[in-house]
């Protein structure tokens, strides 16, 4: 007799992070070698593989994208009120790197095609306090630098934060590298992780020497291992703001496998927006045991972003809030089974017929 099969009910977790399965053979080449973490080995092969998507950029590896707004920032040199133009829909690092600074954020809300930053309000945001812009590319799709940079000031320097853009391109430029400065996330819930990690782009040369010192918690060392100078020095602020050979290691494999892990993902979306977008809707929706998550609660609501800047809009209108509110993210992530997006598909569909 045959047997009814039962419906799959295990939980589809929001995200898996991504192992390529050659983690493990980078790390036990670490350990045999532990010279590796003095001479920077896998910091120095990850940084010449990134070399050749981002050929004009010059990039430090940092712990996280987080580090890399707060090194971009500290490069400014921000005074007490001065002014840092940002959305309001976008992660805390975003603001911290701000506030930490002494300086005020200034949140604008976002355009609800894109989830971007509004432009038309850009205008407004500026004063004669401002001294930057941080666009957020989100989740990949590009903020129109372009028509930013006609908008603004030449001296009003743009850091990109590209968190959840690596690989990611608008017209052949990747993202992250139109700025003065970019900063791009390895964190353990995007594409390609290594745990905690992130790096800066440094695409203006004029900060360069700077961004050395600073990242080499406010040393001359760079200058010291490219065989300029017989010691190093206290030569200005900064902060342990470098990648661990670990993590590194870790982000070597993964970046070799960059372009298989980024298609792979591509290709699980196209299945999700192919089944799903002849009943996208508005509705509250609930998944049995699979977790579908939010994302984040704007800034300039939060006590905190309160208390310290403010937020420009249209008049009556707050399309941050709004789409705060609306959004739902789906299980997305490198090893996710056609199964268990089915799984996914098909209970979105059953509460829509219900
Ligand atoms: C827009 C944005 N910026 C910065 C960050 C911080 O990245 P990390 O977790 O690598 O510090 C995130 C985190 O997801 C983010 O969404």
Same mark, same amino acid.
């Given at each position: ?28 080449? /670490? ?22 998507? =981002? +050929?004009? %950029?010059?990039? #430090? /590896? ?13 490069? @400014? ?8 133009? @940002?959305? &309001? *829909? ?23 095609? %894109? ?13 004669? +306090? ?19 940079? $006609? ?13 959840? &853009? #690596? ?6 430029? $990747? ?39 600073? =990242? ?7 200058? #010291? ?5 017989? *010691? ?8 342990? =703001?470098?990648? &661990? ?6 982000? =070597? ?33 609930? /998944? ?26 249209? +008049? ?39």
């Amino acid at each position: 007799m045959r047997s009814k099969q039962q419906p799959n009910t295990s939980h589809i977790p929001f995200n898996r992070p991504t192992i390529t399965g050659y983690e493990q053979q980078m790390m036990n080449d /670490l350990y045999q070698n532990p010279g590796y973490f003095r001479d920077r080995h896998f910091h120095k092969l990850c940084g010449e593989l990134l070399k050749t998507w =981002y +050929r004009n %950029s010059n990039i #430090f /590896l940092t712990t996280s994208c987080t580090h890399a707004l707060e090194l971009a920032v500290e490069l @400014l040199q921000l005074q007490k009120d001065d002014e840092v133009i @940002l959305p &309001s *829909f976008t992660y805390v690092s975003t603001a911290n790197a701000v506030v930490n600074c002494g300086a005020r954020p200034v949140f604008v809300d976002i355009d609800p095609a %894109s989830f971007n930053m509004d432009l038309s309000l850009l205008q407004d945001a500026i004063t004669d +306090r401002t001294k930057a812009i941080i666009p957020v590319h989100y989740s990949g799709i590009s903020c129109d630098i372009d028509r930013m940079r $006609k908008i603004i000031r030449n001296d009003i320097p743009i850091i990109e934060d590209a968190a959840h &853009s #690596f690989l990611a391109e608008h017209h052949d430029q $990747k993202l992250g590298t139109m700025g003065e400065l970019g900063c791009i996330s390895f964190d353990y819930t995007k594409n390609v992780s290594c745990g905690h990690g992130g790096m800066l782009l440094v695409n203006d040369s004029s900060c360069l020497a700077q961004a050395e010192i600073a =990242y080499e918690i406010g040393t001359d060392k760079a200058k #010291f291992l490219r065989g300029e100078k017989d *010691f190093f020095e206290w030569a200005g602020a900064g902060s342990k =703001y470098a990648l &661990s050979e670990l993590n590194a290691a870790h982000l =070597y494999a993964q970046l070799q496998w960059a372009q298989d892990i980024t298609q792979k993902r591509l290709e699980a979306w196209h299945y999700y927006l192919n089944n799903l977008s002849p009943i996208a809707e508005e509705h509250n929706l609930q /998944l049995q045991n699979i977790e579908a998550t939010f994302h984040y609660i704007p800034l300039h609501n939060s006590t905190y972003g309160q208390q310290t800047g403010r937020f420009i809009h249209h +008049r009556g209108q707050d399309n941050t809030q709004n789409i705060s509110q609306r959004m739902i993210r789906l299980p997305l992530f490198h090893g996710i089974t056609r199964e268990e997006q089915d799984r996914v598909i098909e209970s979105i569909k059953s509460f829509y017929t219900k």
